[in-house]
């Protein structure tokens, strides 16, 4: 037993007796040169530039033309010559009901507006004006001849055939895009049955709201940026058209904006990050990277002689990059943008290569 426990202890001796190894060494030294040549730190000197005053809202796109379409009248669907995500022409076909009685009532009007127009010409002869042309015979004279040989009668039955066949097509009111057809050739629709919706992703813009006390930086025309949440890859500028001036229940107020020369790639409907920005003057500007945390409050360092100095600033406001400070620092202080992390006041800094 004494043996084993004066092994252990001549073990332990000859371990704690050997020097450092060379990579403990080294790394000692490193530690030691920077703390007495000074952490390496990138500087900027406090300059008087506009602050880009940032709101960003949540928003959705709408299509400024957009229109639900129906039949006028109830009957089977003949054809439909269209699918969802087509795009169309103004006055293009897009569905046909079953019409072929309508059809046969248009034919026999026309008939009879050729057996009136006849009629008429035998009624010309018989009161002497048979050669004469329409714009020659006195106007009341005309006007009761044609009554006579039932020529109205026909040409307002042949209108009304020709109406009641137009409502059994659907044409496009202007150009755009199909979506939502929900029915197939042969089901019955009515005339309060909606067929398809028409979109003209041409013509888009983007409806947002804004807190109550954000109002005082937009204006009509302003410009915003807008970027899907689906593929932020892709940017669209827009220009406000509209702010609605009321607050609802949640202080919010809404405003919309036209997308400028908007594609294909935006749907009505698409949510999307609408940022606005406007300038304020007379602020201090900082970039994000100066300002770290301190005890749970916000601290900017600045540099003097080869020193770190610790000051307290209060925010006024931020945007995605840069900070305004309400006090703490002033124009043409250089403040200490990156190394600042694990500094500490006092604290001796070098500068970069950058920035020498």
């Known amino acids: ?27 000692l030294e490193s530690v030691s040169n920077t703390y007495s040549e000074g952490i390496t730190v990138s500087v900027n000197v406090v300059k008087s530039i506009p602050f880009k005053k940032q709101i960003i809202s949540n928003g959705n796109i709408e299509a400024l033309q957009k229109t639900e379409l129906r039949f006028k009248t109830s009957e089977r669907i003949s054809s439909i010559k269209v699918k969802n995500g087509q795009k169309v022409n103004k006055g293009q076909t897009l569905a046909i009901l079953d019409n072929a009685m309508l059809s046969n009532q248009m034919r026999k009007a026309k008939i009879e507006v050729d057996k009136a127009k006849s009629k008429l010409q035998e009624e010309k002869i ?98 915003v940026s807008i970027i899907p949440f689906a593929d932020t890859a892709n940017k669209y500028v827009g220009s406000i ?83 305004a400070l309400r006090e703490g620092v002033k124009i043409g202080d250089t403040i200490i943008v990156s190394g600042n992390m694990n500094l500490a006041h006092d604290a001796r800094v070098k500068l970069n290569n950058a920035n020498n």
């Not at 018989?126 to 009668?153: C, H, P, Q, R």
């Open 241 to 323: 058209t509209e702010i609605n001036p009321l607050v609802d229940e949640n202080g919010l107020i809404q405003v919309k904006a036209k997308i400028k020369g908007s594609d294909n790639s935006l749907f009505d409907g698409t949510n999307v990050k609408v940022t606005s920005s406007k300038s304020i003057d007379d602020v201090i500007v900082i970039p994000k990277e100066a300002l770290v945390l301190r005890s749970n409050r916000e601290v900017v360092f600045t540099y003097q002689d080869g020193v770190a100095k610790w000051n307290y600033v209060k925010i006024l406001d931020e945007n995605s990059n840069s900070y």
């Open 1 to 27: 037993m004494k043996s084993k426990i004066k092994f252990l202890f001549i073990f332990t001796l000859f371990f704690n007796c050997n020097p450092p190894k060379e990579k403990d060494k080294q790394d």
């Open 126 to 223: 018989n009161y002497g004006v048979g050669k004469s042309n329409d714009e020659s015979i006195d106007a009341t004279i005309l006007k009761n001849l044609k009554i006579k040989s039932g020529l109205f009668e026909a040409e307002n039955a042949l209108e009304n055939a020709q109406l009641l066949y137009s409502q059994t097509i659907i044409r496009a009111p202007f150009s755009g895009i199909i979506a939502s057809i929900e029915t197939k050739t042969g089901d019955f629709i009515t005339s309060s049955d909606v067929f398809c919706t028409l979109i003209n992703s041409k013509n888009l813009e983007v409806v947002f709201n804004v807190l109550e006390n954000e109002l005082q930086f937009l204006s009509k025309s302003q410009e």
